[in-house]
C-alpha cells in the first residue's frame, strides 16, 4: 500500500484529443477570424497612407489626407457622424437603464425577453426602411395628423434624412434600446436584486433611488463590453445612415462607402485614409466612454456619501419607459408599414389604408426577389453552420480543459463587434482580391461570419457553463468518452440554446449590409443589398417586398428556435421551460 | 474485487489539504462509509476517485482497483460507476433510454440490448416505463432507475454520495435495502459518502469520519 504516489491535477489529466481540439478551435478563430480583421486594417491603412499597388500606388506619403481633407462637407459630416453615434448611444442607455428599473421584477423576464425578440431580430435596414415609410411626410403620422392640421396634400416637412439626424438616431434607438434592455436583464439576473432593494428601502431610499445608487452602478461593469458593441455600431453604421441619415453631407462612413464606390479608383486613396479616421473615431470614443465613466463614479459616489434619500427617482423611470415604448411602437408600426406597403394598389393621401390591395409585386419572384431570397437563405445557413461549429468545439474544448475562459479569449470573441466594418472591409477585399476569392460567394460568407460568430458564441456560452455537470460526469461513470458525452447528452441537453444561438446567427448575417456589398463586389445580391438599394427609389411596393422578406427571415428562424425544441423534447418536462430564455 | 485507497488526499491550488491523507480498502461486497460534516470534502473525495474533479483541484495519492493503478485514467476508463443524490437522469432521454446509455458494451444485438434494459427496469420495480420522461418520476423510482443505469455499465466498484438524502424516511429503507442487495450480489466495492448516521449502520461495513483537518482550523 502506498507505492506510489503521484501527483494528478486536474488540467493536466485532460486527455491529448482534448488539447488537440483546443488548437484546432484556436487556429480556427485567429487564422479566420482575428487575423482577416488585423491584416484588413493593415492593408487599410497603407491605403490610406498612399500604398495600394493595384491602382499604381507606391510612395508613402500623406496626399490621401490632404485630399480627405479637401473634401466638401467633412467637417459637418465628422460633427453629424458624432452626434448621431455618440447621441444614440447615451439615449439608448438612458431609456434601456431607466426602463430596466421600472419594469423589473414587474414583468417576468422570459415575457420581456418575448416582447424584445421581433426588435432583435428585425434586421437593420429594414427597420430603417418601415421607419421611413412611418415617419415620412405621407407616412402614417402625417396621415393621421392630416384632419386635425388641415393638410390636404402631403406637408413640406424634412422628417427623414433631416440634416440634424434625428431620424437616424431614431433608427437607431428602435435596434438599440431592445439590445441593451435584453444585455441589463441577463446581467440583473447575476445580482441579488430583490435583497439589495429591500435593504435599501429599508434604510430608507425610495425604490427608484435604490435603483440608481445601488443596482445599475454594479450592472454596468455587465454591460460596458455591450455598450461599446453599440457605440462602435453608432459611429460606423452604413445601411441605416444611408436610408435615414442626412444625405448631403452624410455621415463620414456614408461618405466613405461612396468615395470607396466612386469611379474614379484615386479615390480609394482618401476614402482608405478616412477608414482610418473612422477606426480613430470609434477608439477616441472608447477614451471617452472610460472619462466619463470615471467622471460619473466619482460624482456618484459623493452624491452616494450624502446620504439624500428625499428626491424620487420614479417619475424620471416612468418617463424613459414611456420613451422606450414610443420607441418601440414606432418600430412595430414600421415593421407594419413594411407589409401594408408590399400589398398596396391604390392607397392615397390621407387614407390610413390602401384603397385597393395586389399581391402584384408578390408575384414576381423572377424580377429579383427570389434570386436575392436564395442568396440571403444560403448564407444564413452557411455563416450560422460555421458559426455554430466553432463555437461548439471552443466551448467544449474548455470543457474538455476544464479551463474558465481567459479575459483575453473574451476580449477575441468581442473584437470583429469593436472594430467599424469599414474600417477593415476594404482592406479585407484587398487581400481576397490577391488570393482570388474577391466577388465570390466563398467570400461574403468567410466576411459575414466574421461577425455572425461573436454573437452565436456569447449566445451559447452562459447557457453552455449553466448545464448540470452532474449529467456529463454520470455519463463519464458510465464510460461514455468525451465524444459521446457531447453528442450523446450535452448537445440534445443544450438544444434549446442552440437553436436560439442559430437564430441569432441567421439574424445577424441577413442583416448585414457591408460585408456583402464589399466582398461579393456588388455581384452578390441579398434582400438586404437590394432593399437598401431600392430604399431611396420610389416604388414602395416592391421595396415593401424586399425589406418584409428581409425582416421576415429572421423572424421564421426564431419560430424554427421556439419550435424545434418544442416539437423535439415535448415529452421531456426537465426540457422544457428550463434554460434558453431568449 | 478490491477498490485501495492509499495516501489519497486533495486541494484547491496553494490551499491546504481538504483532509489528512486517507488509506483504505474497501473489499467486494462490501460498502464503505465515510461520514462528516458538510463542506469537509466528502464529494471532493469521490470525485477524485472517480476522476471527476473539477478545475483547481490537485490530488495526490493513489487509487487501484483490483490491484490496478487507476489515477491516471479518464473517468470513463475507470469502470468506477457513480450515484448521486440527484438521480442525473439525462433529461432528453427516456427512462429505458437512459438504462441503454449505461447498458455494457458487451451486450450485443438490439433485441438482446431491449430485454437487458426491459429486465433492470423490472428489476427496479418499473416494468413497463421504458419510454417514460424521467422528469415524471417518483423521487424513489428515480433512485431506482439511476442505481439501474449504473449497474448495467457493470462497474468494478460504486460510488454514492448521499444517494438516499433526497428520499423521505420510508423510501429511504427500502432503496437502502434494495442499492446495498445489488452490491454484495454482484461481489462490487462501493464507497458511501454521505451525513445520515443511519446511512452507515445499514452498510456493515467499515465507517470512517472525515472530521476536517487540523491544518484548516
Redesign the interface.
Known sequence: MGAALHAVSGVASSSPPGRALRLVVLLAVVGGVILPILAGLWATARAGFAILPAIGAETLSLEPWRMLAGLPGLGTSLKLTLLTGLGATALALILAGGTCAAVHGRMSIRAGGRMLTPFLAAPHAAVAIGLAFVLSPSGWIARALAPLAGWDRPPMLVTVNDPWGGALILGLLVKEVPFLLLVMLSALSQIAVARHIAVGRALGYGRGIVWVKVILPQVWPLVRLPVMVVLAYSLSVVDMALILGPSNPPTLAVMLLRLFSAPDTAMLLPASAGAVLQGGLVALSFGLLLLVERGVKRIGLWWLRRGGRGLSAEPGLWLTTGVTASVMVLGALGMLALLVWSLAWRWSWPGMLPESWSLGAWTRPGTGWGRALWHTVLLAFATTGLALALAVAWLEGEDRARMRRARWAEALIYLPLLVPQIAFLYGLNVLFLRIGISGGMAAVIWAQALFVFPYVMIALSDPWRALDPGLPRAAAALGAGPWRRLWAVKLPVLLTPLMTAAAIGVAVSVAQYLPTLFMGAGRIATLTTEAVTLASSSDRRVTGVYATLQAGLPFAAYAAAFLIPALAHRNRRGLLGGEGAP | MTL?I??LSVRYLNEPSLFAPL?L?VAGGEVATVMGPSGVGKSTLLDAI?????????????VRLDGF?I??L????R????M?Q?A?L?????VGDNLA??L??ETRGRAARRAAVEAALEQAGLAGLYER????LSGGQRARA?LM??LL?D?KAV?LDEPFSRLDAARRAEMRNFTFAHIRKRAIPALMVTHDPADGAATGGPVLSLGGDPAKR
Do not use: K, N, V, Y
Open positions: 485501495e492509499a495516501g488509506d480498502l472517480g476522476g471527476h474533479l473539477a478545475a483547481g483541484f490537485t490530488m495526490t495519492g493513489s493503478e489515477t491516471h479518464p473517468p470513463e476508463a469502470r468506477i460507476g457513480l448521486f440527484d442525473a439525462f433529461p432528453h432521454l427516456s446509455f449505461g455494457a458494451r420522461d424521467p422528469a415524471t439511476a443505469r449504473t455499465a462497474p460510488l
